[in-house]
């Protein structure tokens, strides 16, 4: 959208008295300086970090692993029988929580457990 149809729109809004700004010009400033700090925010790390967990929270399937690990740590073949789920789709979820710093893999000779990584944040997530 270009800045005379968004000076009309917010002159619209204005009049329509939606608006509880002070000015139009205010206002586009201060959409400018939104859109700077969104764009901004995309490249920090934290921002990456959320992103991240927002995307490994977004599956029911990775949501009954962290319930699953909740109470300590587990075998991948352990998440199988509890979710019903293949090998290979079990590994991608891990994969995915991994990389949102929500769950730790180990090697202990041949075996991998999976542990909780941030047990603050899961017992806010899950109510239960």
């Known amino acids: 959208m270009n800045d005379p149809e968004l000076t009309r729109k917010l002159l619209e809004m204005k009049d329509s008295n ?6 139009v010009p205010s206002r586009i400033e201060d959409l400018k300086l939104i859109q700077t700090k969104i764009h901004t925010m995309i490249t920090d790390e934290k921002y990456i970090h959320f992103k991240r967990v927002i995307k490994a929270l977004n599956h029911p399937a990775r949501v009954k692993i962290l319930m699953a690990i909740e109470n300590g740590a587990i075998c991948p073949c352990e998440l199988e029988f509890i979710t019903d789920l293949a ?18 893999r180990n090697r202990r000779g041949k075996w991998t457990i999976i542990e909780s990584s941030e047990k603050v944040l899961l017992d806010s997530i899950i109510p239960f």
């Open 87 to 104: 090998q290979a789709t079990i590994s991608h979820h891990l994969t995915i929580l991994e990389d949102a710093s929500l769950i730790k």
């Open 18 to 23: 939606l608006a509880q700004w002070k000015s």
